[in-house]
């Protein structure tokens, strides 16, 4: 029903930055809300960030508050993650995750469908 493709991923230092994008096939793409987890290794997936099917409501983690931004573009069905000022605890795998609820959720087993990750290194 819903297939996630990530890309954006790689190697970047101390202070940089990243976007991140999530390219959705299918047609009920902007019906769902969208949210970025990400798990280092050894840690619990952990919530970043999610914005709703109209892109007007966001809610972020206290860690990546100020620093990250979630956007959504429902005419290319993808969604992106702009990662600023990252510093080496960012360092994990990435996932776009989709899900059907209605004003959003922080937890990750209410998300329906994730993309394959993309690692995001981050050297000092």
């Known amino acids: 029903q819903v297939q996630l493709v990530e890309s954006g991923g790689g190697l970047v230092q101390a202070g940089g930055s990243l976007r991140l994008s999530c390219a959705a096939s299918?047609?009920?793409?902007?019906?769902?809300?969208m949210g970025w987890f990400r798990q280092a290794p050894g840690k619990e997936r952990e919530f970043l960030t999610y914005?709703?099917?109209?892109?007007?409501?966001?809610y972020y983690a206290d860690s990546v508050k100020g620093r990250f931004t979630i956007s959504r573009d429902n005419v290319k069905n993808t969604v992106y993650l702009q990662m600023n000022s990252l510093k080496p605890v960012d360092t994990a795998v990435y996932y776009c995750?989709?899900?059907?609820?209605?004003?959003?959720?922080?937890?990750?087993?209410?998300?329906?469908?994730w993309g394959q990750g993309t690692q995001v290194t981050v050297s000092s």
């Open positions: 995750a989709a899900g059907q609820s209605w004003f959003g959720s922080t937890n990750w087993q209410e998300y329906n469908y």
């Open positions: 299918g047609r009920t793409f902007r019906t769902y809300t």
């Open positions: 914005i709703t099917n109209g892109g007007t409501s966001t």
